[in-house]
């Protein structure tokens, strides 16, 4: 009797196992700067029963404040966004300790990004024409301790490493954007002298003759 107790008792164990799953929701933060996107992205996730859609930031800082305010089991965000890069935002939860994991949803298959996703500790990277089940199924994977990663960029994320500093990358993609070396030195709270010194070094390191031709090679690559 006391055996048939027992398996009688792990049936039901197993049965509550099973239940809590299917109650599981997974509460997500969407980060995205095209608001179509932004939308079509959350109604997709808000059909799955058990993804719930907390938070939509259209831009990198509130994403990060939506983030740290709802903690969220998961962000998903794009890559390049006003304010800060998703990039940025990733390695800053990583910084500050925060338990919501990321996932990278872009547009760029370049191995250069994929890397910097994971250094910056990134669970996931998807390219954004992937089937819409494809994205839940990921978003669960991930949820559950999980990696999730295009398995082609994954073999390639590792055969060119990036050369660029960090500060190197700062002032090059300012540069990019038309920002002039007064501009960059006053937002980032450098010398016009150092400015220069951070563009000649990228523009070595990157081959290339001028600035505008290392953010074009910096791009490519997925560095910037």
């Known amino acids: 009797m006391r055996w048939h107790g027992a398996v009688q008792f792990r049936r039901f164990l197993a049965i509550l196992a099973i239940l809590a799953i ?4 997974i509460r997500v933060v969407i980060a995205e700067d095209q608001s179509m996107v932004l939308g079509a ?3 997709l996730l808000e059909i799955e029963h058990d993804i719930s859609v907390v938070g939509q930031a259209h831009n990198g800082k509130e994403a990060m404040q939506l983030t740290l305010r ?11 966004m006003p304010e800060m890069s998703g990039l940025e ?8 300790g925060a338990s919501s994991r990321v996932i990278i949803l872009t547009t760029f298959a370049r191995s250069g990004y994929l890397r910097r996703a994971m250094e ?4 996931g990277y998807l390219l954004k024409d992937s089937p819409a089940a494809a994205l839940a199924d990921a978003i669960r994977r991930v949820h559950s301790g999980l990696r999730v990663i295009d398995p082609e960029l994954a073999a390639e994320a590792w055969t060119e490493a990036d050369p660029l500093s960090d500060r190197e990358r700062q002032v090059l993609r300012q540069a990019a954007d ?3 070396s007064i501009e960059i030195a006053t937002s980032l709270h450098l010398s016009e002298g150092t400015v220069r010194n951070y563009l000649s070094e990228a523009m070595s390191k990157l081959g290339a003759s001028n600035r505008v031709e290392a953010a074009r090679i910096a791009r490519i690559k997925g560095w910037l």
């Open 178 to 180: 038309g920002a002039t």
């Open 70 to 80: 709802h903690k969220p089991d998961l962000l998903l965000t794009d890559i390049e």
């Open 89 to 96: 935002v990733a390695s800053e939860l990583k910084r500050q």
């Open 41 to 43: 992205l959350a109604a």
């Open 22 to 25: 299917s109650f599981m929701n």
């Open 120 to 123: 910056a500790g990134a669970s």
